[in-house]
């Protein structure tokens, strides 16, 4: 299990929040959906997750572990693929996997196997030789992808990984995360996307400005806004509401104000 | 024209971050220390350097005035401005004309392509001016006031003073558009680079051959003498043909009357044209030239392999070899990364090898190999060698910041930071080995004793480690990750610059160690051996230095991905609900000292090198009672053990030290005599050859021949 418990991450010292006092479960065997408008923390969380960001506050516990107190303990059990595969590409496809492969200690037995299957899978078998600099946007996506996937992690942390990738490619990752969840593992993935978060997703949560405003699956959140609706109408509907409550806050304030002002002024 | 400013003053606001420093020193008024420690540093720094550059000038200017060329110094300043913009601008037109980032938003804009190109040269000749003022503007003056120029003169000097680096840049444009309008070489910048490096590495090779050429031949005073006979001003005519404009600028500034008229309607003439003609070129050939006949078709490495090649290729391998092989791979597929380290590995010992072939110097290292010390300064020099090169390839030093925007790789495999840093010495230690045996195949032959070499390249690389360590704990401290072009990652890093003055100091102190052992009588064994142990204790430090820095890596930002937001300091700490940063020393070092070493060093270097011009052009010779006195030398006349009058200088080769004009100051081989300390003018006649236990040393004073007699009288006298 994933927990994130009062997670926050500024970057600007204190004056604003990336990612404000988020708390969070993500259960093993679960694929968990991270959706939220742009800016609003997706990406930071999921750095704060695996490593490369570390939390102003709040810790980050998976299976018992703490992600920051026990890094390579904890990094042995999960893989990461970032929003933009900025990968090695002047290593070929293969190099770059076993690369990766060495560091996480998969066995030749292992490697060899699921290697052939994911080249198989995401059809990169003959570009695997290629320099990765000579692949196109979405190759990269799924060397990327192959290479995150072939220590078989408990814990998969993608961010945005749909995005380059054709529809056969979409509809066999899609099909691969449900087996890594069968087998045991965990995804976490933030997307854009939110008919394959839909459909994909055992629960969903909604971020905007660095607070988790819904969290649940589908049915839960369906339930809680008393409407039989889309995530996409859901989704619009929060960030929406969200953002009028907060004009509407910043008005009620600004008028206060203004009301304050006059009442010292006639006190004069 | 109004397209053309709003490019530019785009252009302008994006190279030098002006709306990024606008918006965080006035209008968040962030950090608005920053600004004036840069410009109290900048002030500093170019003081220091503008106060050597004046001194030089001044003593050019007077050595000029002698000669009947005044207007000498406009010459070389705009000679060497123009030169300087015309080797740097050709590298940078062609970056910033076919490589930017920007060209993938301003092609498909409505703008004609001599608009943006116009713009584009618009923003290299402002950047231009940064150096093009300093170099031109302090010669200006100085001729302006000693010669007592007419206002004409101050009217027009800043006039051709700003056109100077028209003419230069327009030239290389017109190339550049043209090269890349009939190669494909817009599409592939890594070889444009690499043809660059090679070509700059060429002049370094040419400059160096013919610099030890002239050397090895001395001056020709003949042929000097009739250079100056041509009147007031000849001499310009002669060093200016090199490259006229820079020529008719000069002499439109120093020439009277028509004369003036008329090199300076050459001068603007010539500009004009190269503008027009880049304007041109850039009108019909730019377009074609970046865009081409479509994108160069991708070069396959291999092709589709079966099931049992892949199982080859994807073996497993130990964590460390998989980080050694990953460190060597990112160099190597990298050219600019590979050449920059290749330069620096191979140029120095080619530099050794062309030095130790010209003129008698094989002669001569095979008789100081001869001699029983060589053995020990013989094995220590290799394995100094040996060690400093691959930190003068910046290879330890950029181990990090190589990695800049993939940086997020290594900070999410599961492997110890330590462990990558182990990898990172290894591949270091690696390099040190090969190159040193390489050395060690080409310097045997040429005389240095196998043993030395043998035992000198396992003690190099023993010393190669505390200096590697010491390297890579710099760039854990502060890597420098948010580079865009290779080279900001490996040549444009202070952390280079760090390292040197931090091993130089270190190198000196081991040198006075070694050489106190050695004149306390050690034996050569003890002290090799003593040296090979302070280098192990040395290593373990800078190792265990190195480890204890290595969490840091975890705390830096990645641009790769996401946000690229500021390092992110150990002292932040949450307190209360506010971020609040704890100031302590470690904390400072850990934020400033980069900027604090680097500044540092760069004003150190100045001093050293400011130093060195000065005192190359300054030959003041003091007789005291008892001694005499130059530069830094005092000879007490109770250590002379021999004086001779010389008709000249004898002809010098092999210069360790200044060399500006007619004037040597330094190490050279004189002809005849031997290797000693030279500080002459070669054009003073009689010279003094001062011989004493410890050497000799050559010098010019004005009035040699009775000089002679005095000292011959004084030290007649103590000998009684």
């Given at each position: 299990m994933l927990q994130l418990k009062g997670v926050s991450k500024s970057y600007d010292r204190g004056k604003?929040?990336?990612?404000?006092n988020l708390n969070l479960e993500i259960n093993s065997g679960e694929i968990f959906g991270f959706l939220g408008p742009n800016g609003a923390g997706k990406t930071t969380t999921l750095r704060t997750i695996v490593g490369l960001l570390p939390p102003d506050r709040g810790t980050i516990v998976f299976d018992g572990i703490d992600v920051w107190k026990k890094p390579l303990v904890a990094k042995r059990r999960i893989s990461f693929l970032p929003?933009?595969?900025?990968?090695?590409?002047?290593?070929?496809g293969l190099e770059y996997v076993r690369f990766i492969a060495d560091v996480y200690g998969v066995p030749a037995k292992e490697r060899r196997e699921r290697l052939e299957r994911l080249l198989h899978i995401f059809d990169m078998a003959a570009a695997?030789?290629?320099?990765?600099?000579?692949?196109s946007h979405g190759m990269r996506q799924k060397i990327a992808l192959i290479a995150a996937l072939i220590p078989q992690p408990d814990l998969l942390v993608l961010d945005?990984?749909?995005?380059?990738?054709d529809p056969r490619s979409v509809h066999l990752f899609k099909n691969l995360l449900h087996e890594h969840c069968r087998a045991g593992g965990t995804v976490f993935f933030s997307t854009h996307i939110l008919d394959v978060a839909e459909r994909l997703c055992d629960r969903v949560g909604i971020i905007r400005k660095g607070r988790l405003i819904a969290c649940g699956t589908m049915e839960q959140l369906r339930r809680d806004r008393m409407a039989d609706t889309t995530l996409e109408t859901l989704f619009l509907e929060l960030t929406e509401s969200e953002a009028e409550t907060t004009e509407t806050e910043t008005e009620a304030e600004a008028g206060k104000r203004e009301r304050e002002k006059e009442r010292s002024r006639e006190d004069k | 024209m109004k397209i053309f400013l709003i490019l530019l003053g785009v252009f302008l606001k994006q190279q030098f971050g002006l709306s990024a420093a606008y918006d965080r020193?006035?209008?968040?008024?962030?950090?608005?220390?920053q600004p004036f420690l840069a410009l109290a540093g900048f002030i500093g720094v170019g003081y220091l350097l503008l106060t050597f550059y004046l001194r030089l000038l001044n003593s050019l200017h007077n050595v000029s005035v002698q000669l009947n060329q005044p207007g000498m110094i406009v010459l070389l300043g705009f000679l060497l401005a123009q030169m300087i913009v015309l080797v740097f601008g050709l590298f940078y037109l062609i970056s910033i004309f076919?490589?930017?980032?920007d060209l993938e938003l301003l092609?498909?804009?409505?703008?004609?392509p001599q608009i943006i190109l116009g713009a584009k040269l618009g923003l290299v000749v402002i950047s231009e001016y940064l150096t093009v003022i300093p170099l031109t503007l302090p010669p200006l003056i100085i001729y302006g006031l000693k010669q007592e120029a007419g206002l004409l003169y101050w009217l027009l000097s800043p006039i051709i003073m700003l056109l100077l680096p028209l003419l230069p840049l327009g030239l290389a444009g017109i190339a550049i558009v043209l090269l890349m309008r009939f190669t494909r070489l817009a599409h592939r910048p890594d070889t444009v680079r690499v043809i660059l490096m090679l070509i700059f590495f060429g002049i370094t090779i040419a400059v160096s051959s013919i610099s030890a050429f002239f050397d090895s031949r001395g001056v020709v005073p003949d042929e000097v003498a009739r250079l100056l006979?041509?009147?007031?001003?000849?001499?310009l005519s002669i060093v200016g043909r090199r490259f006229p404009p820079a020529l008719w600028g000069a002499l439109a500034l120093v020439e009277p009357g028509a004369k003036a008229g008329l090199n300076l309607a050459m001068f603007l003439l010539i500009t004009a044209l190269s503008l027009a003609g880049l304007w041109f070129v850039a009108r019909h050939s730019f377009y074609q030239g970046l865009?081409?006949?479509?994108?160069?078709p991708k070069k396959k490495s291999r092709q589709a392999s079966g099931p049992l090649e892949r199982e080859m290729l994807i073996s497993p391998r130990p964590v460390l070899a998989a980080l050694v092989s990953r460190e060597w791979l990112l160099i190597i597929r990298n050219p600019i990364f590979a050449m920059t380290a290749a330069q620096a590995l191979i140029i120095p010992p080619l530099l050794l090898f062309i030095a130790v072939i010209s003129g008698n110097s094989l002669a001569q290292l095979r008789q100081l190999a001869a001699l029983p010390e060589f053995q020990l300064w013989g094995t220590l020099g290799f394995a100094g060698l040996v060690a400093i090169n691959p930190i003068i390839a910046s290879i330890p030093a950029t181990a990090i910041s190589?990695?800049?925007?993939?940086f997020w790789i290594s900070q999410v495999i599961p492997v110890a930071p330590r462990i990558q840093l182990l990898a990172k010495l290894v591949f270091t230690l690696v390099i040190a080995a090969v190159i040193g045996a390489l050395m060690a195949v080409v310097l045997i032959p040429l005389g240095l004793p196998a043993k030395a070499a043998g035992i000198g390249l396992i003690l190099g690389i023993i010393f190669a480690v505390p200096l590697a360590a010491l390297s890579i704990a710099v760039d854990t401290l502060?890597?420098?990750?948010?580079?865009?072009?290779p080279q900001q990652a490996?040549?444009?890093?202070?952390n280079n610059l760090i390292v040197m003055a931090l091993i130089a100091g270190l190198a000196y102190l081991l040198i006075r160690a070694a050489l106190f052992m050695n004149k306390s009588g050690w034996d050569m064994s003890y002290i090799i051996s003593a040296m090979g142990i302070i280098f192990l204790l040395l290593g373990v430090g800078a190792i265990a230095v190195m480890y204890r820095l290595a969490p840091l890596l975890y705390l830096q930002q990645s641009f790769g991905i996401g946000k690229g937001a500021e390092t992110t300091a150990p002292a932040r700490v949450r307190d209360g609900g506010k971020l609040r940063i704890r100031f302590s020393l470690w904390d400072l070092f850990y934020r400033y000292g980069r900027i604090i070493l680097t500044g540092l060093t760069i004003i150190g270097l100045a001093i050293f090198l400011g130093r060195e011009f000065i005192m190359g052009v300054t030959l003041e010779y003091e007789f005291g009672p008892d001694y005499v006195k130059f530069q830094n030398v005092v000879i007490p006349y109770?250590?002379?053990v021999e004086v001779r009058l010389l008709e000249e200088v004898p002809p010098l080769s092999n210069r360790v030290g200044t060399s500006i004009g007619n004037y040597r100051s330094g190490t050279f081989t004189v002809e005849?005599?031997?290797r000693g300390r030279v500080v002459a003018?070669?054009?003073?006649?009689?010279a003094l050859v001062l011989f004493t236990n410890k050497g000799f040393y050559i010098i010019t004073p004005d009035n040699a021949a009775e000089r002679y007699k005095e000292i011959m009288e004084k030290t007649e006298r103590m000998a009684e």
């Amino acid at each position: 299990m994933l927990q994130l418990k009062g997670v926050s991450k500024s970057y600007d010292r204190g004056k604003t929040w990336a990612v404000d006092n988020l708390n969070l479960e993500i259960n093993s065997g679960e694929i968990f959906g991270f959706l939220g408008p742009n800016g609003a923390g997706k990406t930071t969380t999921l750095r704060t997750i695996v490593g490369l960001l570390p939390p102003d506050r709040g810790t980050i516990v998976f299976d018992g572990i703490d992600v920051w107190k026990k890094p390579l303990v904890a990094k042995r059990r999960i893989s990461f693929l970032p929003d933009n595969p900025n990968i090695y590409d002047r290593l070929t496809g293969l190099e770059y996997v076993r690369f990766i492969a060495d560091v996480y200690g998969v066995p030749a037995k292992e490697r060899r196997e699921r290697l052939e299957r994911l080249l198989h899978i995401f059809d990169m078998a003959a570009a695997a030789p290629d320099l990765i600099k000579s692949y196109s946007h979405g190759m990269r996506q799924k060397i990327a992808l192959i290479a995150a996937l072939i220590p078989q992690p408990d814990l998969l942390v993608l961010d945005e990984p749909i995005t380059g990738l054709d529809p056969r490619s979409v509809h066999l990752f899609k099909n691969l995360l449900h087996e890594h969840c069968r087998a045991g593992g965990t995804v976490f993935f933030s997307t854009h996307i939110l008919d394959v978060a839909e459909r994909l997703c055992d629960r969903v949560g909604i971020i905007r400005k660095g607070r988790l405003i819904a969290c649940g699956t589908m049915e839960q959140l369906r339930r809680d806004r008393m409407a039989d609706t889309t995530l996409e109408t859901l989704f619009l509907e929060l960030t929406e509401s969200e953002a009028e409550t907060t004009e509407t806050e910043t008005e009620a304030e600004a008028g206060k104000r203004e009301r304050e002002k006059e009442r010292s002024r006639e006190d004069k | 024209m109004k397209i053309f400013l709003i490019l530019l003053g785009v252009f302008l606001k994006q190279q030098f971050g002006l709306s990024a420093a606008y918006d965080r020193y006035v209008r968040r008024k962030e950090a608005l220390w920053q600004p004036f420690l840069a410009l109290a540093g900048f002030i500093g720094v170019g003081y220091l350097l503008l106060t050597f550059y004046l001194r030089l000038l001044n003593s050019l200017h007077n050595v000029s005035v002698q000669l009947n060329q005044p207007g000498m110094i406009v010459l070389l300043g705009f000679l060497l401005a123009q030169m300087i913009v015309l080797v740097f601008g050709l590298f940078y037109l062609i970056s910033i004309f076919y490589f930017s980032h920007d060209l993938e938003l301003l092609v498909p804009l409505p703008i004609p392509p001599q608009i943006i190109l116009g713009a584009k040269l618009g923003l290299v000749v402002i950047s231009e001016y940064l150096t093009v003022i300093p170099l031109t503007l302090p010669p200006l003056i100085i001729y302006g006031l000693k010669q007592e120029a007419g206002l004409l003169y101050w009217l027009l000097s800043p006039i051709i003073m700003l056109l100077l680096p028209l003419l230069p840049l327009g030239l290389a444009g017109i190339a550049i558009v043209l090269l890349m309008r009939f190669t494909r070489l817009a599409h592939r910048p890594d070889t444009v680079r690499v043809i660059l490096m090679l070509i700059f590495f060429g002049i370094t090779i040419a400059v160096s051959s013919i610099s030890a050429f002239f050397d090895s031949r001395g001056v020709v005073p003949d042929e000097v003498a009739r250079l100056l006979s041509g009147g007031p001003n000849s001499l310009l005519s002669i060093v200016g043909r090199r490259f006229p404009p820079a020529l008719w600028g000069a002499l439109a500034l120093v020439e009277p009357g028509a004369k003036a008229g008329l090199n300076l309607a050459m001068f603007l003439l010539i500009t004009a044209l190269s503008l027009a003609g880049l304007w041109f070129v850039a009108r019909h050939s730019f377009y074609q030239g970046l865009l081409g006949s479509g994108a160069v078709p991708k070069k396959k490495s291999r092709q589709a392999s079966g099931p049992l090649e892949r199982e080859m290729l994807i073996s497993p391998r130990p964590v460390l070899a998989a980080l050694v092989s990953r460190e060597w791979l990112l160099i190597i597929r990298n050219p600019i990364f590979a050449m920059t380290a290749a330069q620096a590995l191979i140029i120095p010992p080619l530099l050794l090898f062309i030095a130790v072939i010209s003129g008698n110097s094989l002669a001569q290292l095979r008789q100081l190999a001869a001699l029983p010390e060589f053995q020990l300064w013989g094995t220590l020099g290799f394995a100094g060698l040996v060690a400093i090169n691959p930190i003068i390839a910046s290879i330890p030093a950029t181990a990090i910041s190589r990695e800049g925007m993939l940086f997020w790789i290594s900070q999410v495999i599961p492997v110890a930071p330590r462990i990558q840093l182990l990898a990172k010495l290894v591949f270091t230690l690696v390099i040190a080995a090969v190159i040193g045996a390489l050395m060690a195949v080409v310097l045997i032959p040429l005389g240095l004793p196998a043993k030395a070499a043998g035992i000198g390249l396992i003690l190099g690389i023993i010393f190669a480690v505390p200096l590697a360590a010491l390297s890579i704990a710099v760039d854990t401290l502060w890597p420098r990750l948010n580079w865009v072009s290779p080279q900001q990652a490996m040549k444009g890093n202070t952390n280079n610059l760090i390292v040197m003055a931090l091993i130089a100091g270190l190198a000196y102190l081991l040198i006075r160690a070694a050489l106190f052992m050695n004149k306390s009588g050690w034996d050569m064994s003890y002290i090799i051996s003593a040296m090979g142990i302070i280098f192990l204790l040395l290593g373990v430090g800078a190792i265990a230095v190195m480890y204890r820095l290595a969490p840091l890596l975890y705390l830096q930002q990645s641009f790769g991905i996401g946000k690229g937001a500021e390092t992110t300091a150990p002292a932040r700490v949450r307190d209360g609900g506010k971020l609040r940063i704890r100031f302590s020393l470690w904390d400072l070092f850990y934020r400033y000292g980069r900027i604090i070493l680097t500044g540092l060093t760069i004003i150190g270097l100045a001093i050293f090198l400011g130093r060195e011009f000065i005192m190359g052009v300054t030959l003041e010779y003091e007789f005291g009672p008892d001694y005499v006195k130059f530069q830094n030398v005092v000879i007490p006349y109770e250590e002379l053990v021999e004086v001779r009058l010389l008709e000249e200088v004898p002809p010098l080769s092999n210069r360790v030290g200044t060399s500006i004009g007619n004037y040597r100051s330094g190490t050279f081989t004189v002809e005849g005599i031997g290797r000693g300390r030279v500080v002459a003018d070669d054009r003073t006649k009689p010279a003094l050859v001062l011989f004493t236990n410890k050497g000799f040393y050559i010098i010019t004073p004005d009035n040699a021949a009775e000089r002679y007699k005095e000292i011959m009288e004084k030290t007649e006298r103590m000998a009684e």
